[in-house]
């Protein structure tokens, strides 16, 4: 699996709307063969800070994400609502997707 995080720093004239600026470039990713999960989070020391975390099942899938018409209108949009370069990190893992964390389940369980 391919592991991505990026964390984007949003004009904050413009954070409140940015999952609507990228929502179609969500919902394309989402439904691309090779997509195991695209999800947004807002920072909460931070606001105008959104990180997404992207799953990707190998260098093929990766790649052609990279290479979709989706990918580069997604880019476009979020030009001009950056407030400065994301920042990313992009790691190969053998782990095929989320798995239980063995240090906390829930009580009774």
Not at 34 to 54: A, Y
């Amino acid at each position: 699996m391919i592991f991505i995080a990026v964390r984007f720093p949003v004009r904050p004239d413009l954070a409140d709307q940015w999952l609507d600026l990228v929502a179609d470039f969500t919902r394309a990713t989402r439904a691309e063969p090779g997509n195991l999960f695209f999800d947004w989070s807002r920072g909460i020391e931070d606001p105008n800070v959104f990180t997404l975390l992207e799953g990707f099942a190998d260098e093929e899938a990766g790649a052609a994400h990279v290479a979709s018409a989706h990918f580069a209108a997604g880019l476009a949009a979020m030009a001009g609502a950056v407030a400065a370069t994301p920042e990313i990190i992009n790691v190969r893992t053998d782990q095929s997707g989320w798995g239980p964390m063995a240090e906390l389940a829930p009580a009774g369980a």
